[in-house]
């Protein structure tokens, strides 16, 4: 992924945001030892972001669109209350497996579900009212998965969009994934249901919330 901020710039950042965890820091060092695409994984930002904002949400219900091997996942269940559950899904069996690996041996891996498949399936099959989604896969399906996600977002609720600058490629979209990424941008910041800030904070969040 192409760096849109300064390489000392992110590193400052990164070096003024508490670190993650110890066994997320392995389970980093695991992923790139062991994944290819290792870059997919988030990272200490914006880990420690959405672990943030799950702790000031509150959430009851998290779904993940995306999981890899699960440090998101994890970073978002640190910051879930006790009774606070989340769903991630994942179709790659190997991603699955250092996930779900990781996930046992977590003090927060109880709060956390891996469903195995297709994303979609799994998003159209949740039932219970979602209070907070993290959307992180492919990104042709993301208007798909935006559009699922919100019908069953609560009032108040907030999604969060990742890669939404395609390393820049949004500013002139040629190939397939910056033209979808570009087009949800414009769908997203026209859209009443919402209210939504898009951070440049890596490779661009939009940050949404439903309107309540
Ligand atoms: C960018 S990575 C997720 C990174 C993860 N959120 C993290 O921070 O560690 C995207 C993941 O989405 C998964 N994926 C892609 N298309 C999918 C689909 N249609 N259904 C389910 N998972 C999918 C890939 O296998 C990959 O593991």
């Known amino acids: 992924m192409l ?3 300064s390489e000392e710039i992110e590193l400052y950042a990164e070096h003024h945001t508490r670190p993650e965890p110890e066994p997320l ?8 030892e062991n994944m290819e695409c290792p870059q997919m994984l988030t990272g200490r930002l914006e880990g420690r972001m959405l672990k943030l904002l799950v702790q000031l949400v509150q959430p009851k219900l998290v779904v993940e669109v995306g999981t890899f091997t699960g440090y998101s996942a994890l970073s978002m269940a640190e910051g879930l209350p006790e009774d606070g559950k989340l769903i991630t899904c ?3 069996p190997k991603a699955q ?3 779900q690996s990781a996930f046992d041996a977590s003090p927060y891996g109880h709060k956390i579900a891996l469903r195995r498949g297709n994303a979609i399936d ?4 949740i039932e219970d009212p979602i ?3 993290f959307i992180d896969a492919d990104k042709v399906m993301y208007l798909e998965y935006y559009e ?3 019908a069953k977002t609560r009032p108040g609720g907030v999604i969060l969009l990742d890669n939404m600058f395609q390393s820049g490629r949004v500013l002139h979209p040629e190939d397939q994934n910056a033209k979808a990424i570009h087009q949800l941008n414009e769908v ?3 859209d009443d249901r919402v209210e939504n800030v898009l951070l440049t904070v890596r490779d661009g969040v939009q940050f949404v919330r439903k309107r309540g």
């Open 97 to 99: 497996a250092a996930a």
């Open 148 to 150: 699922t996600l919100l």
């Open 25 to 32: 820091q392995n389970l980093m060092a695991l992923t790139y």
């Open 122 to 125: 799994t998003i159209r099959n």
């Open 3 to 5: 760096s849109l901020v």
């Open 188 to 190: 997203i910041c026209k």
């Open 131 to 133: 209070d907070f989604s």
């Open 90 to 92: 994942d179709n790659d």
